[in-house]
């Protein structure tokens, strides 16, 4: 069982950043992928980033490429998502999920995660 928590979400005006935590409980962590995800108001709930259980593999959505970088520290229990050039349409609830999944980690995008946090509110003003 992973329980996991995000921080670090708030309000920023567009060209701002942030950097969002996800904090893991559980001995085995460092055995899962972690995604973040995010849903605005409105709409369907989209991919966003994923790096496998040891760093090595990370894939990103092509609308943040370039300017969000997701990382973990296995030893914290945390991953993190740091948030540059934010945008309006960026805003949203970001949640982190984990995945005990193996496999090539851009199938984190489409997969259903085994734990997810409650969610992380980011507002981007313009």
């Known amino acids: 069982q992973v329980q996991l928590v995000e921080s670090g979400g708030g309000l920023v005006q567009a060209g701002g950043s942030l950097r969002l935590s996800c904090v893991a409980s559980?001995?085995?962590?460092?055995?899962?992928?972690i995604g973040w995800f995010r849903q605005a108001p409105g709409k369907e709930r989209e991919f966003v980033a994923a790096?496998?259980?040891?760093?090595?593999?990370?894939y990103y959505a092509g609308s943040v490429k370039g300017r969000f970088t997701i990382s973990r520290n296995n030893a914290k229990n945390t991953v993190y998502l740091q948030m540059n050039s934010l945008k309006p349409e960026d805003t949203a609830v970001y949640y982190c999920?984990?995945?005990?999944?193996?496999?090539?980690?851009?199938?984190?995008?489409?997969?259903?995660?085994?734990?997810w946090g409650k969610g992380t509110l980011v507002t981007v003003s313009s």
């Open positions: 999920a984990a995945d005990s999944f193996l496999g090539p980690i851009a199938a984190i995008s489409t997969r259903g995660m085994d734990y």
């Open positions: 559980g001995r085995t962590f460092s055995s899962y992928a």
């Open positions: 790096i496998s259980w040891g760093g090595g593999s990370i």
